[in-house]
């Protein structure tokens, strides 16, 4: 009898999990990043990882606990109704199951990641740039499917978008948010003085790392998460990705990428300010007085909330003219990957940290 590996996928509030094998003759499995538009706006994340389960090896999970979204004609996604976790995504033509990453309890030895497709989507590249090399294999570029499109090119870009400083929207003074099934929309303006009305913000891990032990109090008040232009003015807000336990599982994928924005600067659809929550949001309570907001019918991941007056936007969400790394809008953290000492895949950590100010370095230059 062939040997076999046990896997157990779960969600963030543990409501949803399902044990299932497989042959270990097969790991471990490949796996690409999808960066295809799709992906990002059900999840709310720049690129998106999974897994293939053999069905004779493993009965259907149980999905009474799980909310399906029809994606396309031919895909139906999973996620937990309860804290916003994309599970699986089934094929119904086929029934095919396929694992999201994030969600598995070990990927050593189980998951190994070979390169990027549907590049094109991104018109900047997305997180492609930030992922060239993994334990020393390159990542293949695809700007498609691999069996039906063109190899993408080291910091490939779309002429349909311009670089940082240069392009037009970058004096556009409102940016169009929004999850896939449209059920929950918002608008976000330029930095201005209100988006110092903030209140109490200590430093978040990318700056000053959770487990160094050192303080990240904030005792004189400086806005951090505003950044400025050559010309020294606050355009712009921080950006950085996350390797966190929950912010893996509350996703189902292994990183994923925030923007600190100040509720202030947030309008709704109709231009009504801000309010918590709105449309088809549900809210999860990950840990005392922080909660996660998610779609409640597409499952996106929309905001972390757990600041008085600011919030962490899934940068996925953005509908920015440049590109999903939206630039005119968001100066991106390269120093570290926050929480990557939580980090689950920690090839993925460390390619994504060297890649990061690797490709900081290259902007720069």
């Not at 031919?74 to 109704?81: D, G, N, P, Q």
């Not at 910091?155 to 392009?167: F, I």
């Not at 409640?296 to 757990?306: E, I, L, N, R, T």
Request: charged fraction near 20%; aromatic fraction near 10%; include cysteine.
């Amino acid at each position: 009898m062939a040997e076999i590996t046990s896997i157990t996928a779960s969600c963030l509030c543990g409501t949803s999990t399902y044990p299932f094998t497989l042959p270990t003759s097969s790991l471990p499995l490949p796996a690409r990043f999808c960066h295809c538009t799709t992906c990002r706006r059900t999840s709310g994340v720049l690129c998106t990882t999974y897994i293939t389960v053999p069905p004779d090896l493993n009965p259907a999970p149980e999905f009474s606990t799980l909310t399906p979204y029809d994606s396309s004609d031919r895909l139906t996604r999973y996620f937990c109704t309860t804290c916003g976790t994309h599970m699986f995504i089934r094929e119904r033509a086929s029934g095919r199951l396929i694992v999201c990453t994030g969600v598995l309890d070990r990927t050593a030895g189980i998951v190994q990641l070979i390169g990027h497709e549907w590049i094109s989507d991104t018109r900047d590249g997305g997180a492609s740039g930030w992922l060239r090399t993994i334990e020393g294999r390159a990542q293949d570029r695809w700007l498609g499917d691999e069996d039906r499109s063109e190899e993408a090119p080291l910091n490939w870009r779309s002429s349909l978008s311009e670089p940082k400083g240069t392009a037009a929207s970058a004096t556009k003074d409102k940016l169009h948010a929004h999850c896939h099934c449209n059920g929950a929309s918002f608008y976000i303006s330029r930095p201005s003085a209100r988006s110092l009305d903030v209140g109490s913000a200590p430093f978040p891990d990318l700056m000053v790392p959770y487990h160094s032990g050192a303080s990240a109090e904030n005792p004189t008040g400086e806005a951090w998460w505003l950044r400025s232009n050559s010309a020294g003015d606050k355009t712009r807000f921080l950006a950085g990705t996350c390797t966190c336990r929950s912010c893996r599982l509350a996703s189902g994928f292994d990183f994923v990428a925030w923007a600190f924005v100040p509720t202030s600067n947030i309008t709704l659809e109709d231009g009504s300010p801000f309010k918590r929550y709105f449309g088809s949001i549900r809210t999860f309570e990950s840990s005392p007085g922080t909660k996660r907001a998610f779609c409640g019918v597409c499952g996106a991941s929309m905001f972390w909330d757990g600041r008085e007056g600011l919030l962490d936007v899934a940068v996925g969400l953005l509908d920015a003219d440049s590109g999903v790394r939206a630039e005119e809008w968001v100066e991106w953290w390269t120093g570290r990957v926050s929480f990557g000492e939580e980090g689950l895949n920690g090839s993925l950590v460390d390619a994504l940290g060297e890649g990061l100010r690797k490709w900081h370095a290259d902007t720069e230059a």
